[in-house]
């Protein structure tokens, strides 16, 4: 066998600065439930909500891919709808709009090239760019995908008016822009 370690004289970072949560003790002559948020701040948020019914949905877009056997899997179907929006655009558009790392949407695309669904051409004037279009295949599973996620989406939506989704998708278009708006002041702060 090999040698022993003795795991006690590897050296452990320390963390970058430990006082936040050291100021964060109370003493212990605290009455109980002391310094703890109130119950109403525990309870689901927006955000939190927003996750859930995303998570909800991505679980059954899985579930009914797989019963009507398109064998594609969420991350896929992402790329294959962004492509599908935006015909033509470059590999480093689509990650950046999809944030994702570079080399996973390559992998990606190289699974949906394999499946027959995506192709790559070389762009107009910059040979070192590759931009991405649909199959006709490719169009045929985004129409099946469209499918299931509108049928999903009536299941999501039942018991709400056309105008309840219609302000549905306003608050959260408006939220949207929020975030983005805070996000890109924060990236120029930078």
């Known amino acids: 066998m090999g040698r022993s370690r003795d795991w006690r004289r590897i050296p452990v970072a320390q963390p970058s600065n430990p006082t936040p949560i050291a100021s964060l003790r109370q003493p212990a002559a605290q009455p109980a439930g002391a310094g703890r948020p109130a119950p109403a701040a525990l309870q689901p948020n927006v955000g939190a909500l927003v996750h859930d019914v995303a998570r909800a949905i991505r679980r059954r877009f899985e579930r009914r891919a797989r019963q009507t056997g398109l064998p594609i899997t969420r991350l896929q179907a992402r790329v294959l709808l962004r492509i599908a929006r935006s015909e033509g655009d470059s590999q480093a558009t689509v990650a950046t709009i999809l944030d994702m790392e570079p080399i996973a949407l390559v992998r990606t695309l190289d699974r949906l090239h394999r499946e027959g669904l995506v192709e790559r051409r070389s762009h107009a004037t910059d040979r070192r760019v590759w931009t991405l279009w649909l199959t006709p295949l490719g169009w045929q599973v985004v129409e099946q995908m469209l499918a299931i996620t509108q049928e999903i989406r009536e ?25 983005a708006t805070e996000e890109e002041a924060a990236s120029e702060a930078v």
């Open 155 to 179: 299941e999501a939506c039942a018991g709400l008016t056309p105008g309840e989704r219609t302000a549905l998708l306003d608050m959260l278009d408006r939220m949207k822009a929020n975030l």
